[in-house]
T-cell receptor, first 113, second 112 residues
């Protein structure tokens, strides 16, 4: 069975501050992990993914995430928040056939000027 | 390039009515799927398909039917709508084996 837990349904940061969005997963198979972003009234788009190889993954818009197997975590970070980062972020896990994706409940990021 | 196109964008139904949400993609993706998004619950997989003629159930398939007669289209049918099916529905597609889902803009369904 696979599942994803995102701590914090709402996170608020000041512009220029560090962004940290937390994601923990459970998986009975080696997981493939993803972060998606959803802007208002739009579909989701991929920020970054971990499948194999380097555990620190860089994505679009300056975001990165680190896969930590011992902590079953895949937290998303960005060193300096921008107003345009305000959106909802979803962590997801999939098995190695990429047929079923399990999404977390989402974290809404608010960026204050 | 249109990507993933969903229609309609908004729909209001009465309990017991049937309808079909349409999804089409022009990227020649083998994999297509339907999700529903509810507040505080993220996205949950309803049904998916790995190619024409092949479909399978996701987490929440009850009350929904799908078929995949062509690579491009993957319609989602509600045979007898219930208020519990009020949600935002997303269609997503990908090349098999890549894990990158491409999403449509969503269809907001209200069942009264």
């Amino acid at each position: 069975a696979q599942s994803v837990t995102q701590l914090g349904s709402h996170v608020s940061v000041s512009e220029g501050a560090l962004v940290l969005l937390r994601c923990n997963y459970s998986s009975s198979v080696p997981p493939y992990l993803f972060w998606y972003v959803q802007y208002p009234n739009q579909g989701l788009q991929l920020l970054l993914k971990y499948t194999t190889g380097a555990t620190l993954v860089k994505g679009i818009n300056g975001f990165e995430a680190e896969f930590k197997k011992s902590e079953t975590s895949f937290h998303l970070t960005k060193p300096s928040a921008h107003m345009s980062d305000a959106a909802e972020y979803f962590c997801a896990v999939s098995g190695n056939n990429f047929n079923k994706f399990y999404f977390g409940s989402g974290t809404k990021l608010n960026v204050k000027p | 390039n249109a990507g993933v196109t969903q229609t309609p964008k908004f729909q209001v139904l009465k309990t017991g009515q049937s309808m079909t949400l349409q999804c089409a993609q022009d990227m020649n993706h083998e994999y297509m799927s339907w999700y529903r998004q509810d507040p505080g619950m993220g996205l949950r997989l309803i049904h998916y398909s790995v190619g024409a003629g092949i479909t399978d159930q996701g987490e929440v398939p009850n009350g929904y039917n799908v078929s995949r007669s062509t690579t491009e289209d993957f319609p989602l049918r509600l045979l007898s709508a219930a208020p519990s099916q009020t949600s935002v529905y997303f269609c997503a597609s990908s090349w098999s084996g890549t894990g990158e889902l491409f999403f449509g803009e969503g269809s907001r369904l209200t069942v009264l």
